[in-house]
């Protein structure tokens, strides 16, 4: 895949996923050609001291994006952590920063089934689609799937208890390394090319709940078993493991509403399209990660 010869910014640049691409990035194109956009400059200063150029910008100042991205061609628009309308407004407000700087095209971060699904959470991806379309810029549409990392409280409690209890029923979902969504975003970032294109980022084989048991009993070398449960009763168990009703609520409504309706159960190839490898499956991340679950 032919390079961008032109400057390249990363908004979001000091976050978990951000770091991962601007590893990626630079393996790829010189440091020269990098610009790494964070709230908070400090947080990136052994980026800077690799020649990389650290700006400040903040979805809260859009004047702020616009100035960071003087003289960028091509920009990673990373979703934030903010949920709801305040979401919407803020990367609505982020995309057209984008264009008044000049920007060619934008990547972004989305979700896999954003205008169907049936968290609330999800659907704002549409809007910043559909905001972005609306820009006249060319785009990617990078439709991650959930990460591995979703599931690591489960997997640590699966490997205390020999169970892993969730209201998913028999759905399955097909669940992603971070690392390979960061691999897949840093492709796109620094590819020339300016067609439009929508991709799902998966890993390869959609999983339901009893075959993640499966995979970490066998990485575990012990029995582990799935425990089907309903909502009511994943409620009350993450209650009384101590998280606050709404939250509780919430991870309930993941395995319940969205996993649990096979709005997850989505695979696809686009990681290795992308990046030229095959995304990793869950034994792999497992045992690429063994030192999360020791």
């Known amino acids: 895949m032919a390079h961008t010869q032109g400057l390249v910014a990363i908004t979001g640049a000091a976050g978990?996923?951000?770091?991962?691409v601007l590893q990626h990035v630079l393996e790829h194109v010189g440091a020269h050609q990098v610009v790494a956009i964070t709230r908070d400059p400090a947080k990136l200063a052994d980026v800077a001291a690799q020649g990389v150029k650290v700006a400040a910008g903040d979805f809260n100042d859009p004047a702020s994006l616009t100035a960071a991205l003087a003289g960028v061609e091509r920009v990673l628009l990373i979703s934030i952590d903010v949920v709801g309308s305040e979401r919407v407004r803020l990367q609505n407000d982020a995309v057209k920063a984008i264009a008044e700087a000049g920007v060619k095209h934008i990547v972004y971060t989305s979700a896999i089934n954003p205008a169907e699904a049936p968290m609330e959470f999800i659907r704002e991806h549409a809007a910043t689609e559909e905001a972005i379309k609306a820009s006249g810029l060319s785009y990617s549409f990078l439709r991650n799937n959930f990460y591995f990392e979703t599931i690591t409280d489960k997997v640590k409690g699966a490997l205390a208890s020999g169970a892993i209890a969730a209201a998913a029923g028999d759905a399955a979902a097909g669940l992603v390394a971070r690392a390979d969504c960061a691999a897949a975003?840093?492709?796109?970032?620094?590819?020339?090319?300016t067609a439009s294109e929508v991709y799902n980022i998966t890993g390869p084989v959609s999983l339901t709940h009893k075959a993640i048991a499966e995979t970490v009993a066998e990485f575990a070398g012990r029995e582990v078993v799935y425990q089907p449960i309903?909502?009511?009763?994943?409620?009350?168990?993450?209650?009384?493991?101590?998280?606050?009703?709404?939250?509780?609520?919430?991870?309930?409504?993941?395995?319940?509403d969205l996993i649990g309706s096979s709005a997850l159960d989505v695979v696809s190839?686009?990681?290795?399209?992308?990046?030229?490898?095959?995304?990793?499956?869950?034994?792999?991340?497992?045992?690429?990660?063994?030192?999360?679950?020791?």
Do not use: C, M, W
């Not at 975003?185 to 090319?193: D, K, R």
């Not at 009763?233 to 993450?238: C, E, T, V």
């Not at 869950?282 to 690429?288: C, F, Q, R, T, V």
């Open 16 to 20: 978990q996923l951000g770091r991962l």
């Open 185 to 193: 975003a840093a492709a796109a970032l620094v590819s020339a090319s």
């Open 230 to 256: 309903d909502a009511a009763s994943a409620q009350q168990q993450l209650e009384h493991y101590g998280l606050p009703a709404p939250v509780a609520g919430f991870v309930v409504a993941i395995d319940h």
């Open 269 to 294: 190839n686009d990681v290795e399209r992308l990046t030229g490898k095959p995304a990793q499956s869950l034994a792999e991340y497992l045992n690429a990660n063994r030192a999360l679950f020791s």
